[in-house]
């Protein structure tokens, strides 16, 4: 099987603008999870999707947004770019879970956005 | 609320000797922990999970971790540390299900030659 794709993998903005990226996730899975990574804070939980419906959500202001479509691809929008909004963006599936079974992530390699 | 703690952000260790990893997790029900390496720009890999089996857990490259509840501990080793087991390495937690996962800040793990 393939694994999580990212694109792009390398992204340049000025501040200001804003940035659509993108999540391809493992054939199967259909929850999608985006993370936040920086030397400072680490890796922050952003959102999970499950079939089209946000079903978590972390501490992040209103710029940043997401959406799952019915392929379960799934995009993160983040509008008003900021200088701290620079980061590795993480992508993360999951397979359907069932009982009580734990939420096993596949992570997939990023996008790296730097916002001048 | 769950967090996770993992004491020492940089750790060196010479070629050969024992990786200690030092993960401590906060948690109001019964935990399913993980331990994630990434190496540089790749995202992360599962290394191992704990999901109330087992008390120590077997992952790849030789890792393994042991849960110890009564310490709250989630500490990760192998007993001879490799080149290529330069990394970062995260401890992660979760009340499963639904649940989201809270990752600790990492350590990154140097491996002197």
């Known amino acids: 099987k393939a694994g999580v794709t990212q694109t792009p993998r390398y992204l340049i903005k000025t501040r200001g603008q804003q940035v659509t990226l993108s999540c391809s996730p493992i054939?199967?899975?259909?929850?999608v999870s985006w993370y936040q990574q920086t030397p400072g804070q680490g890796l922050q939980f952003l959102f999970e999707?499950?079939?089209?419906?946000?079903?978590n959500k972390g501490n992040f202001p209103g710029r940043f947004s997401g959406r799952q479509f019915s392929n379960s691809r799934s995009e993160m929008n983040v509008s008003t770019l900021e200088l701290g909004d620079s980061a590795l963006y993480l992508c993360?599936?999951?397979?359907?879970?069932?009982?009580?079974?734990?939420?096993?992530?596949?992570f997939g390699p990023g996008t790296r956005l730097t916002v001048l | 609320a769950q967090s996770v703690t993992q004491l020492g952000s940089h750790v060196s260790v010479s070629e050969g000797a024992l990786v200690l990893l030092r993960c401590n997790y906060s948690?109001?029900?019964?935990?399913?922990l993980f331990w994630y390496v990434q190496y540089p720009n790749q995202g992360l890999q599962l290394l191992l999970k704990?999901?109330?089996?087992?008390?120590l857990v077997k992952g790849i490259n030789g890792f393994e971790a042991e849960f110890k509840k009564s310490e709250t501990s989630f500490h990760l080793t192998k007993p001879s540390a490799h080149m290529s087991d330069a990394a970062e390495y995260f401890c992660?937690?979760?009340?499963?299900?639904?649940?989201?996962?809270?990752f600790g800040k990492g350590t990154r793990l140097h491996i002197l030659p």
């Open positions: 999707y499950f079939s089209e419906t946000q079903r």
């Open positions: 992660a937690v979760n009340r499963g299900r639904d649940d989201k996962i809270i």
């Open positions: 948690s109001s029900v019964p935990p399913y």
């Open positions: 054939s199967g899975h259909r929850s």
């Open positions: 704990y999901t109330s089996a087992a008390t």
């Open positions: 993360a599936s999951s397979p359907v879970s069932s009982g009580n079974s734990y939420n096993e992530q596949f």
